[in-house]
């Protein structure tokens, strides 16, 4: 998953050396958290909000597919 989003991300982004990808697991559910440069920010989450929407759909498609539940959050 987190690859995933990794090449997601550093596709949409001007500057994709300062994304960074964390995985954190907590229970039975898996965080995808995206960090990037605050003006590249606004290009993965898009007006409003409809690419962030797009990434979270495509991922929990694939999280289905290895039976778990996968979020992903985009921080500052």
Not at 49 to 65: D, E, L, P, Y
């Amino acid at each position: 998953m987190k690859e995933l989003v990794e090449i997601i991300a550093k596709a949409l982004v001007d500057h994709p050396e300062e994304v960074v990808v964390n995985l954190r697991e907590e229970g039975n559910k898996t965080i995808v958290e995206v960090k990037a440069e605050d003006k590249d920010l606004g290009r993965i989450i898009g007006k409003e909000g409809r690419i962030a929407k797009a990434i979270r759909t495509v991922v929990k498609a694939a999280s289905i597919k290895e039976g778990k539940k996968v979020f992903v959050d985009i921080i500052q």
